[in-house]
T-cell receptor, first 113, second 114 residues
């Protein structure tokens, strides 16, 4: 079975500062990894995904993540955040057909002016 | 190309009642997954439907059931509602045409059980 642990429940950061949201996973099989963003009262929007290939994945809104198999991590980074990045971020893992996607508990990113 | 739409957006039910939530999948998608997101938590996988058959189920009791129709839209039914069923219910559609194509989420249905 797959599982995800998001190591920080809340991350406050000042505008234009860099940020890293941490995600560790566990799985006995090959995994596919995702980061989603959720704005208040909305559904989930995909930021980026790792299926195979290059371990550095670039997504929308300037976010990127690095898949580290030896450390079973998939941390999300952004070099300079904006106020509009304030949201809840979820890391997720699934098998090949996304029929059992497991989400972490979420990290609340708050960007302060 | 239409996105994933869910109805209703908000719903209040009384404990013990039954509820039906609806989801229209994105054009071209044949797979629908349902998730429960309690307040302050990540989404929990309920089940997935592919070509009108259940294709995986999470750790939810049988009173959570679903249907998928020939047009790939879907319903989530919950019987004998409990207070703990209060949550945001998310539907996601995807395609089985290739491995792990992106799942697109609807805006969710906020269910409150009183």
């Amino acid at each position: 079975a797959q599982s995800v642990t998001q190591l920080d429940s809340q991350v406050p950061v000042f505008e234009e500062a860099p940020v890293e949201l941490r995600c560790n996973y566990s799985s006995s099989v090959s995994v596919y990894l995702f980061w989603y963003v959720q704005y208040p009262n909305q559904g989930l929007q995909l930021l980026l995904k790792y299926l195979s290939g290059s371990t550095l994945v670039k997504g929308i809104n300037g976010f990127e993540a690095e898949f580290n198999k030896s450390q079973t991590s998939f941390h999300l980074r952004k070099p300079s955040v904006h106020i509009s990045d304030t949201a809840e971020y979820f890391c997720a893992v699934s098998g090949p057909f996304a029929n059992d996607m497991r989400f972490g508990a979420g990290t609340r990113l708050t960007v302060k002016p | 190309e239409t996105g994933v739409t869910q109805s209703p957006t908000h719903l209040i039910k009384t404990r013990g009642q039954q509820v039906t939530l609806r989801c229209s999948s994105q054009s071209g998608h044949n797979t629908v997954s349902w998730y429960q997101q309690a307040l302050g938590q990540g989404p929990q996988f309920i089940f997935q439907y592919y070509r009108e058959e259940e294709n995986g189920r999470g750790n939810f009791p049988p009173r959570f059931s679903g249907l998928q129709f020939p047009n790939y839209s879907s319903e989530l039914n919950v019987n004998a509602l409990e207070l703990d069923d209060s949550a945001l219910y998310l539907c996601a559609s995807s395609s089985m045409a290739g491995k792990n194509t992106e799942a697109f989420f609807g805006q969710g249905t906020r269910l409150t059980v009183v």
